[in-house]
């Protein structure tokens, strides 16, 4: 395992942080549309101007309930083989969630995604490895009239044993899929026992802004213990400063200002300390998720994360690019690998294109790749007297050759990630069979699960009992895209070999 | 800047490795085919066997020379103004060496590289900021007998100010490659003043083996205060251990080796602590340079490196992708990334595909703004008291907005990295603009350099002095490959700007 983290804030700069959102806090405050809120906010000590609704924060309020946040957050899964504990020694990756189109797998076009595009992205999630949770990818454009959030968790729930996890609208929706969840469990009690749903909001809107419904439901679901966690998306020059300190004293204080109201709701509620902090292009304004920028300030977080002993989560492996070209690779590799080395316990990163607003299947299995190559760096050398491997190196001697010695055999399927999806042919080789890129080899590998059945969809009779509670529900199955066959034998063979050699 | 590295490696997991590689140097040793260095190893303390050719190193006289080693390396550009000091604060990118293959930017097809290309390549590095060495990146097919590296040196030096380094085959080549140093500089105490030609070789074939001309080159190049590195290269499974504590023992030993030897030759003989360690995918042997494993090898020789207080060097951002592809990206980014995240000083990455066996000019410009995004990350927050704009929060206030604050004006071309090849435009207008890829975009970069004429060209009355020293020497002038004229007014305007918009 890595030994340390790097480190892009000393000690002095943390507390200096920490201090400055202290002093914004106390100064300037935030505005809290939420009526309930700022009462609350008002009965344990902070002040409300009644006129603007700025609610500003004493130091020592911010102080006594920011240090409440639990040290741990936990997201279940249908299958509790799946539950996730943050912090744990390899970070924890998941999807990239709510961009409204998709790329549609089989016409190459961009298209609005719906209800079936959850299901089969549920379904393909539980075949790769890298990802640990399933934030809900995508809006679903078919939902029903008042059935918005259920029409995204239904599909994903009946068809992903891994924690899904996606925001809601309000309140009334929040419920509806608390019901759901009770129904699959069997029972609320059951539920409640393990609650596998996991919300997530953006309870600030930056600079320094709580809105309505988002603070409503910060606050039920602190009162109630459901699992959630908030993410605070500041734009650099345009919601923050231009500044990568300036935007992490801002954002740091949003924090702030939202733990203490979850703390006040809820005392040890747990919570990430979780942001998409992007700067714009300001040539053009652009929106620039891609940028480095945004894996730097994953530096920040992790030190302030660390500073206040509160696992670190972030939106990282991003990408402005609107084609699986070289330019999605580093962007979605470059900020993972630079958060994980820096200590971030959780990434948001996979199957998003063009700034979030589209999915592309094929990115989804390729950032599952990225993510296993990123685990992979952070398990680290794997250091004992064994591994040096000196009575190896005194037998082979000068000269001599390793691929036939024992040691190679035992270790040749653990000793390196065997890729799926990476090309390791030569050029000749490469070119003979089929000279193909890898977001083609990637779409072949969706195509491979994606038409085979799903062996972990929800049991028919539970399926019977949500249906039956909900009048014109989503279809909510994992089937595939029309056009689509199972991959023809020749790549399916390889596929299988090269899986099979991983898997083993 | 980054406050630490990340640190791959304890101490005493440090300490171990040296000592295992101590071991392997006193009971193993190594093959030394030069009879030269066998006897001057024999000289100062090791032991040889005079049936075998093995020399063993006791360990007082390994730690003897290593001590000598110094902490730091110079390479020198023709122009001063580009001269390289490792270890710096931000690392060093080079461009990667010695393809035989190019990928013609004009058919797109495969073909044998030239002197032409060197010429192209040595004009567009002067232009990449990324870049600050030019490690001359293809062979030349066309060289004429007994010209072999003259005809490499002669249009990287003809073209590029910035330091030019790479391998020579035997002693008289590399005489014949300072000979030219000499004409270019005015006369041999000219170029002995400031030596800007920077030889490379592989001293030390895994496993523990010193061939007969590289050793040779390396005695010679000590001797003479000429500046010169090795890299030592195994591959895990085949000619060192499937097992990366086993593979940073033997091939620390093999260094430790080298190191003696250059010291024993000229005390004090600057070094890098240089590596390309890959892994073979053992699924069918392909070397893998793309691995991840080659990245996390690179967090081992930072530690290594440190302990004994040299520059570290690693050849790093390789790729096993023959197409311009996200795996290209991803490969491309995650292992420098990781090397300047973990505090090597000399990444050795830019414009190989296949395995180092092909030279693709477009990715050449990729990885130059690869290499700017590291630097960028390292260079880390920027912190101080000004930029956590405490001022700039107040005034702008909750709901606010700082795309017009003084602050946002003052920091807008500096506050972020402005990529010039990276498309950050919406899908609409990505598409209405002609739905290029990065790789598309990075060919008009290349030849929007290469159909200008080269203002840093040697002086013709320069060239013609070499010229006349040399018989049936190659052109060596950067000319347009045939069928390139200038790009399109259109897309020449918006490169221009996204240019100008960083060079500000």
């Given at each position: 395992?890595?030994?340390?983290h790097?480190?892009?804030?000393?000690?002095?700069?943390?507390?200096?942080?920490?201090?400055?959102?202290?002093?914004?806090?106390?100064?300037?405050g935030?505005?809290?549309?939420?009526?309930?809120?700022?009462?609350?906010?008002?009965?344990?000590?902070?002040?409300?101007d009644?006129?603007?609704?700025?609610?500003t924060?004493?130091?020592?309020?911010?102080?006594?309930?920011?240090?409440?946040?639990?040290?741990?957050?936990?997201?279940?899964?249908r299958?509790?083989?799946?539950?996730?504990?943050?912090p744990?020694?390899?970070?924890?990756f998941?999807?990239?969630?709510?961009?409204?189109?998709?790329?549609?797998?089989v016409?190459?076009?961009?298209?609005?995604?719906t209800?079936?595009?959850i299901?089969?992205?549920?379904?393909?999630?539980n075949?790769?490895?890298?990802?640990?949770?399933?934030?809900i990818?995508?809006?679903?454009?078919?939902?029903?009239?008042?059935?918005?959030?259920l029409?995204?968790?239904?599909?994903?729930?009946?068809?992903?044993?891994?924690?899904?996890?996606?925001?809601?609208?309000?309140?009334?929706e929040?419920?509806?899929?608390?019901?759901l969840?009770?129904?699959?469990?069997?029972?609320?009690?059951a539920?409640?026992?393990?609650?596998?749903?996991?919300?997530?909001?953006?309870?600030?809107?930056?600079?320094l802004?709580?809105?309505?419904?988002?603070?409503?439901?910060?606050?039920?679901?602190?009162?109630?213990?459901i699992?959630?966690?908030?993410?605070?998306a500041?734009?650099?020059?345009?919601s923050?400063?231009?500044?990568?300190p300036g935007?992490?004293?801002?954002?740091?204080?949003?924090?702030?200002?939202?733990?203490?109201?979850?703390?006040?709701?809820?005392?040890?509620?747990?919570?990430?300390?979780?942001?998409?902090?992007?700067?714009?292009?300001?040539?053009?304004?652009?929106?620039?998720?891609?940028?480095?920028?945004?894996?730097?300030?994953?530096?920040?977080?992790?030190?302030?994360?660390?500073?206040?002993g509160?696992?670190?989560?972030?939106?990282?492996?991003?990408?402005?690019?609107?084609?699986?070209?070289?330019?999605?690779?580093?962007?979605?590799?470059m900020?993972?690998?630079?958060?994980?080395?820096?200590?971030?316990?959780?990434v948001?990163?996979?199957?998003?294109?063009?700034?979030?607003?589209?999915?592309?299947?094929?990115?989804?299995?390729i950032d599952?790749?990225i993510?296993?190559?990123?685990?992979?760096?952070v398990?680290?050398?794997?250091?004992?007297?064994?591994?040096?491997?000196?009575?190896?190196?005194?037998?082979?001697?000068p000269?001599?050759?390793?691929v036939?010695t024992a040691?190679?055999?035992?270790?040749?399927?653990?000793?390196?990630?065997?890729?799926?999806?990476?090309?390791?042919?030569p050029?000749?080789?490469?070119?003979?069979?089929?000279?193909t890129?890898?977001?083609?080899?990637a779409?072949?590998?969706?195509?491979?699960v994606?038409?085979?059945?799903?062996?972990?969809?929800?049991?028919?009779?539970?399926?019977?009992?949500?249906?039956?509670?909900?009048?014109?529900?989503v279809?909510?199955?994992?089937?595939?895209?029309?056009?689509?066959?199972?991959?023809?034998?020749?790549?399916?063979?390889?596929?299988?070999?090269?899986?099979a050699?991983?898997?083993d």
């Amino acid at each position: 395992m890595i030994v340390s983290h790097a480190r892009f804030m000393t000690d002095d700069q943390v507390r200096r942080t920490h201090d400055a959102s202290l002093e914004i806090l106390a100064q300037v405050g935030l505005l809290v549309r939420n009526s309930k809120a700022r009462d609350r906010l008002a009965r344990h000590g902070c002040a409300v101007d009644t006129d603007t609704g700025v609610v500003t924060f004493p130091a020592a309020v911010v102080e006594e309930f920011r240090a409440m946040v639990p040290a741990t957050f936990t997201l279940r899964g249908r299958d509790p083989a799946f539950d996730l504990t943050v912090p744990r020694a390899v970070p924890a990756f998941t999807t990239a969630s709510s961009a409204p189109d998709v790329l549609d797998p089989v016409s190459g076009q961009v298209r609005r995604a719906t209800s079936a595009d959850i299901a089969r992205l549920g379904h393909l999630v539980n075949e790769l490895d890298g990802f640990d949770v399933f934030s809900i990818s995508v809006l679903a454009d078919d939902a029903p009239a008042g059935q918005f959030s259920l029409s995204r968790f239904y599909p994903a729930l009946k068809n992903c044993v891994k924690p899904c996890r996606t925001s809601v609208i309000d309140l009334a929706e929040a419920r509806q899929v608390l019901a759901l969840g009770e129904l699959i469990a069997g029972s609320p009690a059951a539920y409640a026992a393990r609650p596998f749903i996991t919300f997530g909001h953006c309870p600030v809107v930056s600079p320094l802004t709580m809105d309505f419904d988002s603070t409503e439901m910060l606050m039920f679901f602190a009162e109630n213990g459901i699992p959630n966690y908030g993410t605070i998306a500041p734009i650099g020059g345009l919601s923050a400063p231009l500044s990568l300190p300036g935007m992490m004293a801002q954002m740091n204080a949003e924090w702030l200002a939202m733990a203490a109201l979850a703390q006040m709701s809820g005392p040890g509620t747990p919570m990430l300390y979780n942001f998409l902090p992007v700067f714009a292009d300001m040539r053009d304004g652009a929106f620039a998720p891609g940028g480095i920028e945004t894996a730097v300030m994953a530096g920040a977080v992790a030190a302030m994360g660390r500073f206040y002993g509160v696992p670190t989560g972030g939106y990282l492996g991003l990408t402005n690019a609107t084609v699986s070209d070289a330019q999605a690779g580093f962007e979605k590799a470059m900020a993972p690998l630079l958060a994980a080395l820096a200590g971030i316990d959780y990434v948001v990163m996979g199957g998003l294109t063009d700034a979030l607003m589209c999915l592309d299947y094929a990115q989804l299995a390729i950032d599952d790749e990225i993510a296993l190559m990123v685990k992979r760096a952070v398990a680290g050398l794997g250091f004992d007297e064994a591994a040096l491997s000196l009575d190896e190196i005194r037998a082979v001697g000068p000269g001599g050759i390793f691929v036939d010695t024992a040691q190679t055999f035992a270790r040749m399927k653990t000793a390196t990630l065997l890729p799926r999806l990476a090309n390791r042919l030569p050029r000749e080789v490469w070119a003979a069979t089929g000279a193909t890129d890898i977001r083609f080899r990637a779409l072949e590998q969706v195509r491979a699960v994606l038409t085979r059945p799903n062996p972990r969809a929800l049991a028919p009779e539970v399926d019977a009992r949500v249906r039956a509670a909900f009048d014109g529900l989503v279809a909510g199955d994992s089937v595939p895209p029309a056009g689509w066959t199972p991959p023809h034998a020749g790549r399916g063979r390889r596929q299988t070999r090269r899986r099979a050699g991983r898997r083993d």
